[in-house]
């Protein structure tokens, strides 16, 4: 047990909904009470931190920034030895790089070697928690699995499913698909801070027979998070329009298959019509913003308030999508996201934008009774961000006006290096050991 003194910052709504002043909670001298069980057991104002935790032991972070640790609503584990790899759009990064290096994790040895690398980069830009795409290979999910469970992280994750338009060592069958995700939900989902994701790579490669097995399998696990990805750059949704020509739309796909519902988070969708937003919206789904993997795609410019305050209001997370996505930190996906918002003449603020990444994906992803927020009774999953990491970011801080002067600056311009300590269920996090 301890306190951890800083300014603390805690979201208790969405700021596009509630107003900026209504939404969050900060604490320019804040402190954290953290049990032994690693749960929080309080937090506000350092003046007024209740005697019962008056003597635990203190670790001052002077001015830096404690919040709730950072959510990736997206990503991919078997991606991130392939990040910046150099392609001409999507369906050619695909085919040229990816699913190269997938092929890599049907070996177990290989997989369990990737599994702590991929977590302790996580750890490292301040995430405590992901929803990650994984490779077909059921021995590449019990890596990251097992990894996961011993750092005391709560995970989601999938084996990735696809029997079409990938290469014969990256495909499995219906049958296989539906059986070994089975298995691998009996095996892991539920067991210590780890959820299984139903994941459907995307509609360009699974047949339609992998797309009924998909559908029993939401049948059957009706809770569970499904993954997968959604009208992310024009060449896929033409190629979807032709592999399903009974369909309205490529939303459509997924409804006739029962996919649209709370909990399915569909990554990107950029390029969506009315009635999809609107059949997106009426089922509870979310979409997953991606910017710096669409940036680095030119897959096309995402429109935040369109998307979310819209005729068609649609709810939104946000991810790296590492290997698309050009880093694993927050805060220059969030950057991103920022300038993708100028470019398509919308707005994003960055208490949205802490917003997203905190509790905003906790709430989408089913995780928000446990981590996203530093209420009481929480898991004291948290990440401390300094806001003058380098000279120059000194400098600007020393300018700074306001909580969203501060908070902007850092997200413009902070990386992992404003990472200064992530803590997972109470304990601080080291590469490589739990
Ligand atoms: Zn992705």
Known sequence: MHVLRGQTLTFRDDPAIVGE????????????????????????????????????????????????????????????????????????????????????????????????????????????????????????????????????????????MMDVNAPDALTDTPQSAYEESSALISKWHGRSRLHYAISPRFAVTSTEAQLEAVAALARENPDLVIQTHLSENRNEIEFVADRFPWSKDYTDVYDRYGLLREKAMFAHGIHLSGRELARLGESGSAIVHCPTSNNFLGSGHFRYAHTTRGEHPVKAGIGCDIGGGTSFSMLQTMRDAYTVSQHAGQRITAFDAFYLATLGNARLLGLDAQVGTLEPGMIADLAVLDPMTTPIMAERHALSQSLHDMLFALLIMGDDRAIRQTWVAGKESKPQDG
């Open 21 to 160: 002043e209504a939404s969050n909670r900060h604490e320019s001298e804040g402190a954290v009470a953290v049990t032994a069980a690693g749960l929080i057991a309080w937090s506000g104002p350092a003046s007024e931190l209740p005697s019962e935790y008056k003597d635990w032991p203190v670790t001052d972070y002077g001015q830096c920034l404690i919040v709730p640790g950072f959510i990736d609503a997206h990503l991919h584990f078997p991606q991130y030895r392939m990040i910046a790899a150099y392609g001409r759009d999507l369906l050619d990064w695909l085919n040229r790089y990816t699913f190269i290096e997938e092929q890599r994790y049907a070996e177990a040895e290989f997989a369990a070697r990737a599994a702590p690398l991929f977590i302790d980069e996580l750890l490292r830009n301040g995430i405590t928690s992901c929803l990650a795409f994984s490779t077909i290979h059921p021995v590449a999910l019990d890596a990251l699995f097992s990894e996961a469970e011993r750092r005391g992280m709560a995970l989601i994750s999938g084996k990735t």
